[in-house]
């Protein structure tokens, strides 16, 4: 069992950069891969990034390759996601999620297969 809060949503303009937050709590952090999924209106969440039980494992849609960057401090119990060269595009409800593993796996792409979620954070990229 896990909650997570998500943080460090902000307005930015075109080509800014924001740092997003993930802090967890609960037992065992390090026994959970996490996530990050958006939202705008009127799309379905689509995947964003996400990591491993073990740091080594890392992942991003092609829209965000390149520019993102997502990192986990298991001693914090914290996910990060760090977003540069952002553009309007990425304007949308971030979330985190998590999903418990007993072996390192690669984390999945499907909203659906994460059963704890955060309560989102507003991204706002002006041109």
């Known amino acids: 069992q896990v909650q997570l809060v998500e943080s460090g949503g902000s307005s930015v303009q075109a080509g800014g950069s924001l740092r997003l937050s993930c802090a967890a709590s609960?037992?065992?952090?390090?026994?959970?891969?996490v996530a990050w999924f958006r939202q705008a209106p009127g799309k379905e969440r689509e995947f964003v990034s996400a990591?491993?039980?073990?740091?080594?494992?890392?992942y991003y849609a092609d829209s965000v390759k390149g520019r993102f960057t997502i990192s986990r401090d298991n001693a914090k119990k914290s996910v990060y996601l760090q977003m540069n060269s952002l553009n309007p595009e990425d304007t949308a409800i971030y979330y985190c999620?998590?999903?418990?593993?007993?072996?390192?796996?690669?984390?999945?792409?499907?909203?659906?297969?994460?059963?704890?979620w955060g309560q989102g954070t507003q991204v706002t990229v002006s041109s």
């Open positions: 609960g037992r065992s952090f390090d026994r959970y891969a």
């Open positions: 999620a998590a999903l418990s593993v007993i072996l390192t796996v690669t984390p999945p792409r499907d909203p659906h297969g994460y059963p704890y």
């Open positions: 990591i491993s039980r073990v740091s080594s494992g890392t």
